[in-house]
Structure formats: structure tokens, C-alpha cells
């Protein structure tokens, strides 16, 4: 089994910042792509960010120059840095991730949900 871990949401006022940090553990042979999504109440899930296991990201329109994944992957773990943020940043912010395991699969898991509420 796998497991991804988030931590680092809250509450926090417009134009101020939060650091996302998602750990995985498990029956891991290799993380592949990891990323951050995001639903916002009474809207679909969102892409918000990926990154490869060689370091190419990928960003959403709506957080370019605002926010910067980035992943350890010593540590198996990846990070969301949001800066500036908008209230419209608000949502639940999940984790994402393509493992390779020792059984030679690749399987997709995601976190619990962190929440991040911007206020104005």
C-alpha cells in the first residue's frame, strides 16, 4: 500500500503565502509525476500544478508566477509554495501521485485533502 500525506493548509489572508507539503511512504518502487489539484465547493477538481521525477513542472493559467511545486525526492516528497494568494485560491488541495511499485504497476493515488481558505 501507499500512502500521501498532506500538511501545511489554513487560513490565511489575501496576498499572504502557504507551503503545501505532501509525503508519500509505502510499497515504493518509484515516484513518477506528482502534482497538486484543487476543488473548490461546487466545482470540479482542477489541476494546479505537476512535476516529473526529472523536475519539469507544469502549471494551471490561474497560479503561474504566483505558485512553485517542487519535490524532494530523497524524502519523497512534494511541495506547493503559494504566494499572493486570492480568495479564489480557496479549496480543498490534494495531493497527487503516479508510483511505480515493486510488482511492476503504476498506480495513481491521492492524498485526504488539505484545506486552504484565502480571505479578503
Known amino acids: 500500500q501507499v500512502q500521501l500525506v498532506e500538511s501545511g493548509g489554513g487560513l490565511v489572508q489575501a496576498g499572504g503565502s502557504l507551503r503545501l507539503s505532501c509525503a508519500a511512504s509505502g510499497s515504493i518502487f518509484r515516484l513518477d509525476t506528482m502534482g497538486w489539484y484543487r476543488q473548490a465547493p461546487g466545482k470540479q477538481r482542477e489541476l494546479v500544478a505537476t512535476?516529473?521525477?526529472?523536475?519539469?513542472?507544469n502549471y494551471a493559467d490561474s497560479v503561474k508566477g504566483r505558485f512553485t511545486i517542487s519535490r524532494d525526492n530523497a524524502k519523497n516528497t512534494v511541495y506547493l509554495q503559494m504566494n499572493s494568494l486570492k480568495p479564489e485560491d480557496t479549496a480543498v488541495y490534494y495531493c497527487?501521485?503516479?508510483?511505480?511499485?515493486?510488482?511492476?504497476?503504476?498506480?495513481?493515488?491521492w492524498g485526504q485533502g488539505t484545506q486552504v481558505t484565502v480571505s479578503s
Open positions: 497527487n501521485a503516479d508510483v511505480s511499485r515493486w510488482n511492476g504497476g503504476v498506480y495513481k493515488y
Open positions: 512535476i516529473t521525477s526529472s523536475g519539469s513542472t
